[in-house]
C-alpha cells in the first residue's frame, strides 16, 4: 500500500510542477501577443543543468518505487487446452467453473508446495484476482463466446508483502493445474496394499471371483478408453483394444481355466463345510427365485393360450420409423408382448438352474476332493495372477494418461508475466520524459516571470 | 454590458470554473462509483428438444426460475462459505432470468395461432445475471452466478434426468433391534435395488467414469455382485446353519404373520383373477357380436399412423397403443403373479421357520421344539459366541456397504453434473459488466458542468447586462447616467483612488440654445455624435463615459495620466471641429480635468477638482 502511494509520489511532482508553469504562463501570455509569446519559447534555455538534476533525481525515485511496485504485482494466463473447454466444459464432461482457479484447495496446496509462512488461505485469496482473457456480450448473439483463457492477478497485500509474488503465481497455477488433473482428469488408479485383500483368509473360489472382478474392471477402463480413441496408439506401440485382448485372453485362460479349474477339480477350499453351506444357502435362495421365474413364464404362457384367437388379428398400419422412414407396421397385440417376456422369463429360469448346477457341481467336487496338499500350487497361481493383473492395472494407467495427455494437450497452459527489465526501463525513460517537459516549463514560466 | 465583456469574464474566471468543475466532477465520480453495479451474465440453452414445449425430460413443467430457487441458492451459499454474511433471499432479489425467444420460431407460432392451428413454443434459450454492488466487486458478481450455474445443473439432472435413486438404505443398520436374518434380509434388499438403479444408469452410459472416485457403474455393480456372492451369502448360509437368532418367538411370529399376510392377500387376488376373467369372456363376446373380430391380414389402415400422441397438459408422448383387451389379459397375468409369487414367498417364510425350529439332533427328546431357543442356541456352547461374531461381521459389512454406497453416491453427483451439462449448454461464458460506463459518464458530466457553468456566467452577465441597460444607461447616448454615477460615488465614498485614475467633465453649455434654434431632435442628435466623439477620442482605453445630466459628461479613465487625457480631448475638439454632420450648428462647451494624486483623492473630491478646472470651448458653425 506505502509502495504503492510512493509510487505515485514523482507523478504528483512532475504534475504540481506542471500545473504551476502552466498557470503562470497563462497568466503572463494574456498580457502578450502571440509573437511575444513565441519569442519566449524561442529564446529559452531547453538544457540547464539544475533540470537535468532535478530530472534524473526524479526519474531515479521513479524507477526505484516503480521497480519496488512491480515486485508486487504479477500476472499469468491460465489457458484450457482440450476440445470440450471450447463447451464451457471440464475435459470429464461436467461444467467448468473459473473460480476455482483460486478456490482454497488450491491455495492451500500452493501455500504447502512453496512452505509459505505467516499467511493464510484468506491472505492470498484476497490478493488474487480471475477474470477472462477475452469476454463475450450476451445482449449479441454474434458476440457469444466462451471464454478458455483466463487471467490470473496477483497483487500482494500487507500480509503477503513478504512473499515473492512470481512464485506464488507460479504456484497457484501449477497447484491449480494438479488440483485440476486430479479432479477432472481420468483417475484409474491402483489399489492400496491396504485396499487389497489378504487371500490367505479368503476361500479360492471368492479369490477367483475377486480376481476375476480386477480384471474385468480393467477391461472396463480401457473399453471405455478404446470407445473415446479407438486408434490412439501409445508410446509402446499399443492401443487400448490390443491391451484390452491381452487382459481379456489373461482373464480366460488364467483366472476361468487355469485357476478355477485346478480349484474345481482338486476340490481346493479351506473351510470345506462352511464354503459347501454358502453355497446350499444360495442354491435355496437361486431355487425360490427360479420358482418365481417359472411362475411368471408359465403364467405368460398360460396367457398365451387363453388370448382369444379372435382378437388376434392384426392390421397393417402406414407408419414411419425412428429416423423419419415410412414402412408398413403390424398392429400388435397382447400375445407379441406376452412371448417376449415369456422368453426373458425362461432366460432367468435357464440362469437360475444353471448357478445352481454349477454350485452344485462344485459341491460335489469338493465332497469328492482327496485330501492331496495342492493349496501350495493354487496360492502360487493366485500369487503370479495377482502380479500380473497389478502389471496390467499399471500398463492400462499408463496408457490412459498417455491418451489424456494427447487428448487434453497438456490441459492446462500457464504462462507468467511479470514486469520485465526492459518494460521497467521504458515506463523510466517515459517518466524521465515527462518529468523533463514539465521542469523545462517550469523554468521557462519561472524566468519570464522574474523578467517581468 | 459587451459581449466581449462576457466572455472576458469568463476567461478570467475559467480557470477557477475548470478547478470547480474538476472537484465536482470527481465528487460525481465517486458517487457513481459507489452507486454502481456489477452485472454478471451468461447465456444457457436448455438441449432437450421437450424444453421448447416448456417441460423437462421427464414431462413435468419446466420451471427456469429453479436457478434462483432457496433450494440451489443455499447450497450456493454454503459451497462459498456465506452463511451468516448473505441471506439467500438476497442474493435471490439479485438474479434476473430473461428468456431470449427464438424470433423464427415465434413468427411460426403466431402464423399457426393465426391459422387456428395449435403450436406449442417455448423459449428455451435464457440469459442468467447477477447484480453486484460497486464493494462486492465484479468477480463476486461472476463467482456467484458460476456457482449458482453449477449448482443448478447438478439440481436440474438429477430432478429431471437421473431420478432414480441408489440410495444407502443399510447404513447404521445394526444400530437398530432387528434380527440376524431380517437384517441380512434387508442388507440383500438394498443392494438388489441399488444394482437395478446401477443397471439403468450402466445401459445409458457404459463406459461413464467419475473422476473423482475413478469408478465406473459397471466397477461398482462389480463390487457390490462380489460383496452379495462372498460375504452376504456367507453371512446368511451361517445364520441359517447355527440357527443364529436375538429371539426366536419374535423370529418365529414374524415370519407365521408373513404367511398369514399372503394368504389374506392371495384369497383377494384369486377373487380379482376370477372377476377378470369374467370381464375377458364378456369383452370377447361382444366384440364377436359386434363384427370388431371380423378383420382379416389385407386390413390396412387407410391414414399414416402418427406415432406420438398429445396428452392433456399438451405434452407429447409417445402413444400408448395398448388395447382394453391386452390389459385385461396384462390385469389376469400381472394378478396371478402376485398370487403365485405371495405363495413362493410363503414357502420361503416356512423354510425359514422350519430352519430355526428345526431340531439339529443334539437334543434327543425334541426339547427344542416347545422351548424360546434354537437347538444350537441350547446344545451349543459356543453359541454366543457364534452370536458376536456374526453381529460384528454384519458391521464390517454394512461398513464397507456404506463405502461403497458413498463411493456410489460420489459418482452419481458427478454423473449428474456431467449429464446438466450435457442437457444445459453455454452458449456465452459469464461476463461483467458495469450498469454504469463510469469513465465516459464523468468526461460527459465534467463537460457537462463546464458548460453549465459558462453558460449560467453567460446568463448572470446578461441578467447585469439587463438591469444596467435599464436603470444604469442613457437611453440616448447608450452612456451610463446619473443614477450611475451616484451609485459609484457611494460605492467609492471614502475610498482613496488609484493613481492614474482621470476624471473628464465635458458640458454642453448652449444645449438649450440648440434645442430652442434646430429643435430638441436636433439636440438629442447632436448629443449622440458628442457621445460617439467622445468614445472615438478615448478609444479603447478602457474609459467609462457617463452622462451626469441633460448636457453634462463624464469620462472615468484609469491606468493613464492627465496630459493623455488632456491629448484625448484635443482629439475630440478636433473631431468637433471638423465635423461634417450638424456642422451649421455652434457647439458651445467646457472641459474640466482632473488627476488623482497617489493617496489623496476620493471620487468625490477628484469630480469636484474636475468641476474646477472646466474651461470653455467654442466649435463654430460653418
Known sequence: ?452 | MKKSRIFTIIRKVLPFIVVFCLLATLFIRAKLSSSNTFIASEVIHYNDEQAEKGFAPTGDKLDVNEIKSSAVMSKVVNRMGLTGIYSVDNLISRISITPLPDADKLAQKEAKLEEGEEYIYEPSTFIVSFAATSDEGPEFARTILDETLDVYFAEYSQKYVNIAPANNTVDKLYDENYDYIEMMELIDDGIDETLTTLYQRMEKNPYYRATSTGASFNDIVDEFNYLRSVKVSSLFARIYKYQLTKNKSVLVSDYTTRIDNNNIANTKETSIVEDIVVVIDAYVTKMRESGNTNITYEYILDNLHERNLTGDNGYITYGDQTVTYDELIYGWRDHNELKEHAIIDSAYCRYVIDTFQKCTGACGSGECQNSDKTCTELHNANYNNMKQEIDEEIKVLVDELTKLYDVTTQTNNEYNEFLGASYISVLSTASVVSSVNVNLYTIIAFFFLVVVCCGGLLVIGRLGDIIHNNFYTDPLTGFANHAYLEKYLDSMKGKILDLGTVFCMIEITNLPAINEKHTRKSGDEVLKMLARFMKNAFGKSGAEFVRESKGNFLVMANSTKYDTVRETMDHFKRYLDEREEFAEVQIEYKVGIAEAAEGEHTALKLLTEAARDKKPYVSEAK
Request: charged share 20%; hydrophobic share 40%.
Open chain 1, 1 to 452: 500500500m506505502l509502495t504503492s502511494l510512493l509510487y505515485k509520489l514523482p507523478y504528483l511532482v512532475i504534475g504540481v510542477f506542471f500545473v504551476i508553469a502552466a498557470v503562470t504562463i497563462f497568466l503572463r501570455a494574456r498580457k502578450m501577443t502571440r509573437s511575444e509569446f513565441f519569442k519566449v519559447f524561442k529564446e529559452a534555455k531547453y538544457i540547464q543543468a539544475w533540470v537535468l538534476i532535478v530530472t534524473f533525481v526524479l526519474s531515479f525515485a521513479f524507477g526505484v518505487l516503480n521497480h519496488l511496485n512491480s515486485k508486487n504485482w504479477v500476472s499469468a494466463v491460465v489457458a484450457l487446452n482440450y476440445s470440450e473447454a471450447s463447451q464451457a466444459q471440464n475435459s470429464n464432461g461436467t461444467r467448468y467453473n473459473m473460480a476455482e482457479i483460486t478456490c482454497d484447495e488450491v491455495i492451500e496446496k500452493a501455500i504447502e508446495k512453496g512452505a509459505f509462512e505467516n499467511v493464510t488461505v484468506k491472505d492470498i485469496k484476497s490478493c488474487l484476482s480471475v477474470y477472462p482473457y477475452v469476454q463475450g456480450n450476451v445482449n449479441s448473439k454474434e458476440e457469444y463466446h466462451i471464454s478458455t483463457e483466463f487471467i490470473v492477478e496477483y497483487c500482494a497485500s500487507r500480509k503477503t508483502r513478504h512473499l515473492d509474488a512470481e512464485s506464488v503465481i507460479q504456484l497457484i497455477t501449477s497447484a491449480y493445474k494438479e488440483y485440476y488433473i486430479e479432479k477432472y482428469t481420468d483417475s484409474y488408479r491402483l489399489k492400496t496394499d491396504e485396499e487389497r485383500p489378504d487371500f490367505s483368509k479368503m476361500e479360492y473360489m471368492d479369490i477367483v471371483l475377486y480376481l476375476n472382478k480386477e480384471a474385468t474392471g480393467i477391461l472396463n477402463y480401457l473399453y471405455g478408453l478404446s470407445e473415446k480413441g479407438s486408434s490412439f496408439v501409445t508410446s509402446t506401440n499399443t492401443t487400448f483394444n490390443s491391451i484390452a485382448g491381452k487382459v481379456f485372453q489373461f482373464r480366460q485362460t488364467q483366472i476361468e481355466e487355469n485357476l478355477k479349474s485346478l480349484i474345481l477339480q482338486n476340490g481346493i477350499v479351506r473351510d470345506k463345510s462352511g464354503y459347501v453351506d454358502r453355497l446350499s444357502y444360495q442354491n435355496v435362495n437361486t431355487g425360490f427365485d427360479r420358482q418365481k421365474h417359472a411362475a411368471s413364464f408359465n403364467l405368460c404362457n398360460q396367457a398365451i393360450a387363453m388370448y382369444s384367437e379372435e382378437m388376434t388379428r392384426v392390421v397393417l398400419v402406414p407408419t414411419w420409423d425412428e429416423v423419419g422412414k415410412y414402412y408398413m407396421g403390424r398392429t400388435k397385440v397382447g400375445i407379441d408382448e406376452l412371448s417376449v417376456k415369456a422368453t426373458g422369463y425362461s432366460d432367468l429360469v435357464a440362469g437360475n438352474e444353471k448357478e445352481i448346477m454349477d454350485n452344485n457341481l462344485v459341491i460335489s467336487k469338493m465332497n469328492a476332493a482327496a485330501n492331496v496338499n495342492v493349496n501350495q500350487m493354487a496360492d502360487t497361481l493366485v500369487a503370479s495372477i495377482d502380479k500380473s493383473l497389478i502389471d496390467f492395472t499399471k500398463e492400462a494407467i499408463t496408457a490412459g494418461r498417455e491418451f489424456s495427455n494427447y487428448k487434453m494437450n497438456q490441459c492446462i497452459a500457464v504462462s507468467v508475466s511479470g514486469t520485465s527489465l526492459f518494460s521497467e526501463l521504458k515506463d523510466i525513460l517515459i517518466f524521465a520524459i515527462l518529468a523533463y517537459a514539465a521542469i523545462v516549463l517550469y523554468a521557462i514560466a519561472k524566468k519570464d516571470f522574474k523578467k517581468e
